[in-house]
Structures are given as structure tokens and as C-alpha cells.
């Protein structure tokens, strides 16, 4: 269990939004509390609320002000757990409910998984594990890329043990070069506290083919798609309730790339120079290889074809449905080739 403090979480009213963030990271607890000079508390900073800020290209130099909310579920610290379970039940989209004194100040905050344990989902999680790995050779010429080793474990089961961390249990692997690597390791998923099953592709079908052999296994709650060569610290319950909350058919994981252009740049009107910019930034936001999906998100898949996913998301927006973005702010990496996978090697052994 990771040791916090709740002053780990405070952070005052003329703070920025960063610092916000640097408190929900430090607090590990998906939220930050704006306080006064006497720790009154003004409002609350959800993870999400951050994520929304990044997505409205607020500056984070901007104040918390602008993003807190100041209509949160709070309880006196007196509150019995039966009060407090009964507050959660009642309010079933909070996490987290601070605990005040009789003047408002902040005591404490009881967390929903330690009042009621983390709920076992019913969502299932497809992973895509069927990929050559060409880029990565000669590491893959006798294992498949999912399967190479992070630490002391295979990429795809860091995957599924954090998704066993938020509550998700019910995996479908789709696999294709080296597959019985990966079955004969996870087998039926009963070794890992997990269940898993396999989607066997006897052509290579793409990121979204395989999702379309999948479509009689689920059972219609909304799906995680993720690729097997991706390591992230993104909460995936945040991620899920982001997606539902939104009410989007699909929603896309994004993260910010920032370039910084070599040369200073001349914006020019016809023939004449209006400024001059040394070395601009720019940045955008990138496919980040995770997916939240509603199960109806499969009728855009063909049969036995290649397709994918960025072909599900074109079809989904050019039939007007509800795409969203979830931006990762957290640690990412894609393992495409050799100097990605050693500097994953790298970070995981700084921080576990």
C-alpha cells in the first residue's frame, strides 16, 4: 500500500493548476483539495477535472480557481462508516469524500475501495498480441513482442495486472505470430486471478479485425481495447467512468507531443513579414493506443478483413457519433522498436 499524507493533497486557492497536479500525483489519490491559509475547505480537483483543463487548453499556469469544483460531497469527520458507505451508494459516479471538522477545515478522506473494496468489473479488456514485432528483431525471432520481458515480467502481464489493480478481470487476447508462447504462459488466466480467453486470427486481420471474432464473447457492457506493446500509470477506472460520464460511443487515449521547431520561424502575409518567433514549441495530441468502445462500435468492422482501429474511429465520426479524447498525463511508453523497449527496462527498474 502506498503511504500518503493528506497534506500531500491540500494545495491553496491561488495555486496553478500544476501544482494541483503535482498534488493528485503525490497523493495517489485522483484528487487534490483547494484549502485555505487555516485548511478550510473551497473545493475539490478531480483527476478528471485535469484532464478536461488539458483538453480546453487551459495554461496551467492558470489558478485552481478556474477548474475547482465548490459543489463537492463532503462528510464531518464524526461520520460512521454506515453514513459513509450509505453517501457513496447514494452518489455512485465520487471516489473520494473529504472529512471536515465542525469549521470546515479538512481532517481526513475515505476512499470508495476502503469502504466498499474495489468492485469487481464485468467489463471485459481486449489486448492486441498478435503483431509481428518486425521492428524489435532480432528480440522477437523466437517470442512474440508482448512477451519480452519488462523487469521481471512480460509486457502482457504488467498490462493485465494493472488492469486487475482497478478491478477489470476478463481478458480476451488477440493472437497471431507465436501464439502458443502466450497461451501456454496465461493459460485460462486462473494462475494470475484473472479470466482469459483467446482470439485466434488465422490471418493478420489488423488493431480492430480481430475485435470483430470477439463480438459474441462480450456482453454488452463497454469494452477496453489496448495494444500489447504499451506501458502506462493511466488509471483505468478514471479512463472508463471519463468515457461513460461523457456519454461518448468511443473514446480514444491521447497524449500531448510537444516539438520544438530548430529554426526560428517567419510568419509571412503574401510578402511581407509580420513576426519572427525563435525556436517555436508546438504540440498536438497523439493516438495513444488505448481505447474505451460500446460494443455497438463493432458493426463498423467487416468480416475477416483487414481493419484498424483508426478505421472504427473515421467510420464512428463520419456516422456522427460521440468520439472523445482522454488525455494521459500519466507515464507512457510505446515499445515499437529496441530503444524504446531498453529505456522501459530503464524506467521500471528507477521506479518499482
Same mark, same amino acid.
Given at each position: 500500500?502506498?503511504?500518503?499524507?493528506?497534506?500531500?493533497?491540500?494545495?491553496?486557492?491561488?495555486?496553478?493548476?500544476?501544482?494541483?497536479?503535482?498534488?493528485?500525483?503525490?497523493?495517489?489519490?485522483?484528487?487534490?483539495?483547494?484549502?485555505?491559509?487555516?485548511?478550510?475547505?473551497?473545493?475539490?480537483?478531480?483527476?478528471?477535472?485535469?484532464?478536461? !483543463?488539458?483538453?480546453?487548453?487551459?495554461?496551467?499556469? $492558470?489558478?485552481?480557481?478556474?477548474?475547482?469544483?465548490?459543489?463537492?460531497?463532503?462528510?464531518?469527520?464524526?461520520?460512521?462508516?454506515?453514513?459513509?458507505?450509505?453517501?457513496?451508494?447514494?452518489?455512485? /459516479?465520487?471516489?473520494?469524500?473529504?472529512?471536515?471538522?465542525?469549521?470546515?477545515?479538512? +481532517?481526513?478522506?475515505?476512499?470508495?475501495?476502503?469502504?466498499?473494496?474495489?468492485?469487481?468489473?464485468?467489463?471485459?479488456?481486449?489486448? /492486441? !498480441?498478435?503483431?509481428?514485432?518486425?521492428?524489435?528483431? @532480432?528480440?522477437?525471432?523466437?517470442?512474440?513482442?508482448?512477451?519480452?520481458?519488462?523487469?521481471?515480467?512480460?509486457?502482457?502481464?504488467?498490462?493485465?495486472?494493472?488492469?486487475?489493480?482497478?478491478?477489470?478481470?476478463?481478458?480476451?487476447?488477440?493472437?497471431?505470430?507465436?501464439?502458443?508462447?502466450?497461451?501456454?504462459?496465461?493459460?485460462?488466466?486462473?494462475?494470475?486471478?484473472?479470466?482469459?480467453?483467446?482470439?485466434?486470427?488465422?490471418?493478420?486481420?489488423?488493431? !480492430?479485425? !480481430?475485435?470483430?471474432?470477439?463480438?459474441?464473447?462480450?456482453?454488452?457492457?463497454?469494452?477496453? +481495447? /489496448?495494444?500489447?506493446?504499451?506501458?502506462?500509470?493511466?488509471?483505468?477506472?478514471?479512463?472508463?467512468?471519463?468515457?461513460?460520464?461523457?456519454?461518448?460511443?468511443?473514446? /480514444?487515449?491521447?497524449?500531448?507531443? $510537444?516539438?520544438?521547431?530548430?529554426?526560428?520561424?517567419?510568419?509571412?502575409?503574401?510578402?511581407?513579414?509580420?513576426?519572427?518567433? $525563435?525556436?517555436?514549441?508546438?504540440? &498536438?495530441?497523439?493516438?495513444?493506443?488505448?481505447?474505451?468502445?460500446?460494443? $455497438?462500435?463493432?458493426?463498423?468492422?467487416?468480416?475477416?478483413?483487414?481493419?484498424?482501429?483508426?478505421? +472504427?474511429?473515421?467510420?464512428?465520426?463520419?456516422?456522427?457519433?460521440? +468520439?472523445?479524447?482522454? @488525455?494521459?498525463?500519466? &507515464?507512457?511508453?510505446?515499445?515499437?522498436?529496441?530503444?524504446?523497449?531498453?529505456?522501459?527496462?530503464?524506467?521500471?527498474?528507477?521506479? &518499482?
Amino acid at each position: 500500500m502506498v503511504k500518503w499524507d493528506i497534506e500531500d493533497l491540500l494545495v491553496y486557492a491561488e495555486s496553478s493548476i500544476e501544482r494541483a497536479i503535482e498534488a493528485v500525483d503525490k497523493g495517489r489519490r485522483q484528487i487534490a483539495l483547494v484549502v485555505d491559509e487555516e485548511q478550510h475547505l473551497l473545493g475539490t480537483i478531480t483527476d478528471g477535472d485535469i484532464r478536461r !483543463a488539458i483538453l480546453n487548453k487551459l495554461a496551467l499556469t $492558470e489558478s485552481v480557481c478556474q477548474i475547482m469544483n465548490t459543489d463537492y460531497t463532503w462528510l464531518p469527520v464524526t461520520a460512521s462508516k454506515q453514513i459513509i458507505e450509505k453517501t457513496f451508494k447514494k452518489n455512485k /459516479m465520487i471516489h473520494q469524500i473529504p472529512l471536515l471538522d465542525d469549521d470546515n477545515r479538512v +481532517v481526513d478522506l475515505v476512499l470508495l475501495d476502503n469502504i466498499i473494496g474495489t468492485e469487481e468489473k464485468e467489463n471485459y479488456v481486449i489486448l /492486441m !498480441a498478435g503483431g509481428l514485432g518486425t521492428r524489435l528483431r @532480432p528480440l522477437t525471432d523466437d517470442i512474440p513482442k508482448p512477451m519480452l520481458t519488462v523487469g521481471n515480467k512480460p509486457i502482457l502481464e504488467i498490462i493485465i495486472d494493472q488492469f486487475k489493480e482497478y478491478g477489470y478481470h476478463n481478458f480476451l487476447i488477440a493472437v497471431n505470430y507465436k501464439s502458443e508462447i502466450i497461451e501456454s504462459y496465461f493459460g485460462n488466466g486462473s494462475k494470475f486471478g484473472a479470466n482469459i480467453d483467446y482470439i485466434r486470427e488465422n490471418k493478420r486481420l489488423g488493431t !480492430a479485425g !480481430a475485435l470483430k471474432l470477439a463480438e459474441d464473447k462480450l456482453n454488452g457492457k463497454p469494452i477496453f +481495447v /489496448m495494444n500489447g506493446d504499451i506501458l502506462t500509470e493511466v488509471n483505468f477506472r478514471s479512463f472508463m467512468a471519463f468515457h461513460q460520464n461523457n456519454k461518448f460511443d468511443l473514446t /480514444m487515449a491521447t497524449r500531448k507531443y $510537444e516539438y520544438q521547431s530548430p529554426y526560428g520561424v517567419v510568419n509571412i502575409d503574401e510578402v511581407k513579414v509580420r513576426s519572427l518567433e $525563435e525556436k517555436p514549441s508546438y504540440y &498536438y495530441f497523439i493516438n495513444a493506443g488505448i481505447y474505451c468502445l460500446n460494443p $455497438e462500435m463493432i458493426k463498423y468492422i467487416p468480416k475477416n478483413d483487414f481493419f484498424d482501429i483508426t478505421d +472504427v474511429i473515421n467510420s464512428a465520426l463520419n456516422d456522427s457519433n460521440n +468520439v472523445g479524447s482522454f @488525455p494521459i498525463r500519466e &507515464y507512457w511508453i510505446d515499445i515499437g522498436q529496441k530503444k524504446d523497449y531498453y529505456q522501459a527496462n530503464e524506467d521500471y527498474n528507477l521506479n &518499482y
